[in-house]
């Protein structure tokens, strides 16, 4: 069932349990999803890669937006964000935890033969590929930063 399948279907169970939160954080998906899908040059179905994107960004944009409002002290507003960033992330894969991203990047540091912290880019090109979905773009970043860092020393 594609990503659209499953949001639609969301949508009505949504309804008709009266769950107004997740009810918006689905219609902003499907928003994303019909705007991905009529952009000029676009396909009629999007991808499974695309569907990722597409998802990942949005939760990175709540993530980010319940940031800023808890550094504002707007708890209302996070609470709103952080309710429906769990809602987006019900569709995303499950993220990896910090030994198992650990353990796949030092993998690809070895097939790249990357050698110390001026090889980031090299690791990072094929890590953002490979982990795309799987594990927020900071937190690949920082890893490899350090890991890199340890190999040089």
Known sequence: MSLKANV??????????KDKTRLQ???????????????????????????????????????????????????????VELAE??????????????????????EIIQRVGALGPSDMGKVMGVASRELAGLADGRAISSAVSALLNNTNA
């Open 85 to 106: 960033l769990a809602v987006i992330e019900e569709f995303l894969p499950k993220q990896l935890d910090e030994g198992d991203l650990r353990e796949r990047l030092l």
């Open 25 to 79: 954080a689905l219609r902003s998906i499907k928003s994303q999803i019909l705007l991905a899908e009529t952009e000029k040059g676009g396909a009629e179905e999007l991808t499974q890669d695309a569907e990722m994107k597409l998802l990942t960004k949005s939760a990175k944009q709540r993530r980010d937006s319940a940031e800023i409002y808890r550094t504002q002290g707007r708890q209302d507003l996070e609470e």
């Open 8 to 17: 639609e279907a969301g949508i009505k169970q949504a309804m008709l349990a």
